[in-house]
């Protein structure tokens, strides 16, 4: 199974963006699906996953601005981000077949795509 990101880059403070995320190969589509991010000097955490059983979790510090969609015909996972923040800084993970934001539990993750919040 390959994860590839893409989609990241540099934008204005209050400024969308949209990463998309593909999966080829096969995996169970069941778990979750979805996206962590690191900022430097900081642990990885989760930004939000949807899931095989319909459900969508978010970090509170995106919730209310940031979008995951899955298109599960595709394995791709879709990340549209509005109103970002300099906090959104990060190197975004798509990761696949897992559960919840534990990252222990995903078995394939992407390269990571940079999104830098900059004015």
């Known amino acids: 199974v390959q994860v590839v990101e893409s989609g990241g880059g540099l934008v204005q403070p209050g400024g969308s963006l949209r990463l998309s995320c593909a999966a080829s190969?096969?995996?169970?589509?069941?778990?979750?699906m979805g996206w962590f991010r690191q900022a430097p000097t900081k642990e990885r955490e989760g930004v939000a996953v949807?899931?095989?059983?319909?459900?969508?979790t978010y970090a509170d510090s995106v919730k209310g601005r940031f979008t995951i969609s899955q298109d599960s015909a595709e394995n791709t996972v879709y990340l549209q981000m509005n109103d970002v923040r300099f906090e959104d800084t990060a190197t975004y993970y798509c990761?696949?077949?897992?559960?919840?934001?534990?990252?222990?539990?995903?078995?394939?993750w992407g390269q990571g795509t940079q999104v830098t919040v900059s004015s």
């Open positions: 190969g096969w995996f169970f589509s069941g778990y979750c």
């Open positions: 949807s899931c095989g059983d319909g459900t969508s």
């Open positions: 990761a696949a077949e897992g559960w919840g934001f534990d990252q222990t539990t995903y078995g394939y």
